[in-house]
């Protein structure tokens, strides 16, 4: 090996470095909180555009101390033109969905009445939702509205 090739391949090792310290340092500073979600659009887009409008949603408080109470309020639209090849949502179960199990579910109400076990939603129509929950484990959590329908799986709010 010559000493050309010996300092060519030494300079490349350097930049090689160098770039490795830069990615570091723009990986450290960055804030990747936004990204550090769940993977809400991985789901096809055909069933969170076409299927459910979720609106007027507010939770709280945004930060929870063990057996601290949150709650889930809102509204969902079921779509006229839900598409056909999602099953329909004759066999409904509204869930929240998070992380983790960090909540226990204290109460779910869907038009004011007690909603605990999967039935059936009419296509066209508009819900009003509460859920009380407690919290199981201290901080700040990422958390969603979801109804699971079966045969469609669970449709994210």
Known sequence: MGIKNLYKRGVMGLYGVAYAVAALAMTVTLDVSTVAAHGERSQEPFLWMRTVQWYDIKWGPEVTKVNENAKITGKFHLAEDWPRAAASPDFSF??????????????????GHPWFISGPLQIGRDYEFEVNLRARIPGRHHMHAMLNVKDAGPIAG
């Open 94 to 111: 509204f869930n929240v969905g998070s992380p983790s199990p960090v909540f226990v579910r204290l109460s779910t109400k869907i038009n």
